[in-house]
């Protein structure tokens, strides 16, 4: 039972690069998360889905972009990445509104 | 605009004692609210969690406190083990708008021998 994945787990990026972030999970929940964890700034909600097809903003959405193509797949996509998304990104997901979040073990991203 | 809040960065407690982690939130429509424990290089796993038309919640060690008046909610893990050492987030959501919890900003918990 792996959970939920994230891949890749670290990555160097030079600014004005892009990347896709990946994160599986094998639950069949509806919902999933996308988190950045800053230093004394905690977990702060990126972008989020309620389901297959949809997608929301979070608290700090600018300069990502995200899909949910199919209900096990959460994408994080940077088309232009600056210093300042130099984070720990967490996906996580959940089964309905009233259950606790699982989350994955985190992709630690530093953009030079 | 921090809606939940940690304001003790770090707490160090020696093992065997009880260890007490506080969270202040100031939305008055959060109605549900949980703690998660997060270790070096893993993700956040969840700790226990309590609802609003409860005061107090209790899983083993871990029993989390909630005082709606004041806006305020705490952690108790007693007795304290080495293990526990971590770093601990309040969450909170608001029930009628549950897609989504707001974080906040984490207290490190060290228990020494």
């Known amino acids: 039972n792996a959970g939920v994945t994230q891949t890749p787990k670290f990555r160097v990026l030079k600014t004005g690069q892009s990347m896709t972030l990946l994160c599986a999970q094998d639950?069949?929940?509806?919902?999933m998360y996308w988190y950045r964890q800053d230093p004394g700034m905690g977990l702060r909600l990126i972008h989020y889905?309620?389901?297959?097809?949809?997608?929301a903003k979070g608290e700090v959405p600018d300069g990502y972009n995200v899909s949910r193509l199919k209900k096990q797949n959460f994408l994080l996509g940077l088309e232009s990445a600056a210093p300042s998304q130099t984070s720990v990104y967490f996906c996580a997901s959940r089964a309905s509104a009233h259950y606790g979040y699982t989350f994955g073990s985190g992709t630690r991203l530093t953009v030079v | 605009d921090q809606q939940v809040k940690q304001n003790s960065p770090s707490l160090s407690v020696q093992e065997g004692r009880i260890s007490i982690l506080n969270c202040d939130y100031t939305n008055s429509m959060f109605d549900y609210f949980l703690w998660y424990k997060k270790y070096p290089a893993e993700g956040p796993t969840f700790l226990i969690s309590i609802s609003s038309i409860k005061d107090k919640n209790e899983d083993g060690r871990f029993t989390v406190f909630l005082n709606k008046s004041a806006k305020h909610l705490s952690l108790h893990i007693v007795p304290s083990q080495p293990g526990d050492s971590a770093v601990y987030f309040c969450a909170a959501s608001v029930f009628v708008n549950t897609d989504k919890l707001i974080f906040g900003t984490g207290t490190r918990l060290q228990v020494f021998p």
């Open positions: 639950m069949n929940h509806e919902y």
């Open positions: 889905s309620v389901g297959e097809g949809t997608t």
